[in-house]
C-alpha cells in the first residue's frame, strides 16, 4: 500500500531552519506529484509547495517563495521540505502528501512531523 | 486566491442521523473540490474528489454534491466513528486551498 513516512518532531529557535524527510514507499515514487502543507494548532490546512520527482522541479505558494527549498532523492524514494528564517507563526505540524495525474488533491498523506519554534 | 467558506464551524448530530456540511468558494471551482476527514491527532483521509468521486475506501453513507461554487458533504446514517473536522479544498485554480472545517459532533 502507498506510505509516506515523515521524519521525527523537532523544536527550533527563531532564524533557524528546518528540514522535514518524507519517505514514500508502495508505489512509483516518480510518477506522481509530492506536496507539502502545514497546519497550525487548531487552525486549517494551508498548502505550501510541489515537487515534481522525476525532474526537480518545484511549485510554491507565493508567501513561502524565498523561504522553502524542496528537495529528492530519487535512489531512496525520499522527499525534503527545508523552510528558513523560522519564526513562531510557522509553529505546525508540516505533511507531505501525494496528488495523482495533473489534479492536485491528495489521495496519501504523511503521519505529520511536529515544528515548534521557541525561544 | 480562491477563498473557500464552511458552514457550520460545528455541527452536533445524533448517531444514526443526517449530517450536511457545506462548503462554498468565492468563485467558480467547477467540479475540482475535494473533501477530507481529520480525526483527533491523525492525518487528513481523502473522502470526495471531482466534488462527488468516493475515494477508496469511503463508506457508502458519505456523499458529495455540489459544483460551481456550492458544495454539499452529507453523511445519511451517522455513526460515532464519524467524530472528525471535515475539510473541503479547492484545486481549480492556484494556490490549492481549504476550508476552515466543520467539526462534528455526535450527541
Known amino acids: 500500500q502507498v506510505l509516506l513516512v515523515q521524519s521525527g518532531a523537532e523544536v527550533k529557535k527563531p532564524g533557524a531552519s528546518v528540514k522535514v524527510s518524507c519517505k514514500a514507499s508502495?508505489?512509483?515514487?516518480?510518477?506522481?506529484?509530492l506536496h507539502w502543507l502545514r497546519q497550525a494548532p487548531g487552525q486549517g490546512l494551508e498548502w505550501m509547495g510541489w515537487?515534481?520527482?522525476?525532474?526537480?522541479?518545484?511549485n510554491f505558494a507565493q508567501k513561502f517563495q524565498g523561504r522553502v527549498t524542496v528537495t529528492r532523492d530519487t535512489s531512496i524514494n525520499t522527499a525534503y521540505m527545508e523552510l528558513t528564517g523560522l519564526t513562531s507563526v510557522d509553529t505546525a505540524v508540516y505533511y507531505c502528501a501525494r496528488s495523482t495525474g495533473g489534479y492536485y488533491y491528495f489521495d496519501s498523506w504523511g503521519q505529520g512531523t511536529v515544528i515548534t519554534v521557541s525561544s | 486566491e480562491v477563498v473557500m467558506t464552511q458552514s457550520p464551524a460545528t455541527l452536533s448530530v445524533s448517531p444514526g442521523e443526517r449530517a450536511t456540511l457545506s462548503c462554498w468558494a468565492s468563485?467558480?471551482?467547477?467540479?475540482?473540490l475535494a473533501w477530507y476527514q481529520q480525526k483527533f491527532g491523525q492525518a487528513p483521509r481523502l473522502l470526495f474528489y471531482?466534488?462527488?468521486a468516493r475515494a477508496t475506501g469511503i463508506p457508502a453513507r458519505f456523499s458529495g454534491s455540489g459544483s460551481g461554487t456550492n458544495f454539499t458533504l452529507t453523511i445519511s446514517s451517522l455513526q460515532s466513528e464519524d467524530l472528525a473536522v471535515y475539510f473541503c479544498q479547492q484545486y481549480n485554480n492556484w494556490p490549492y486551498t481549504f476550508g476552515q472545517g466543520t467539526k462534528l459532533d455526535i450527541k
Open positions: 471531482g466534488a462527488s
Open positions: 508502495g508505489y512509483t515514487f516518480t510518477g506522481y506529484h
Open positions: 515537487i515534481i520527482p522525476n525532474s526537480g522541479i518545484t
Open positions: 468563485q467558480t471551482v467547477y467540479s475540482n
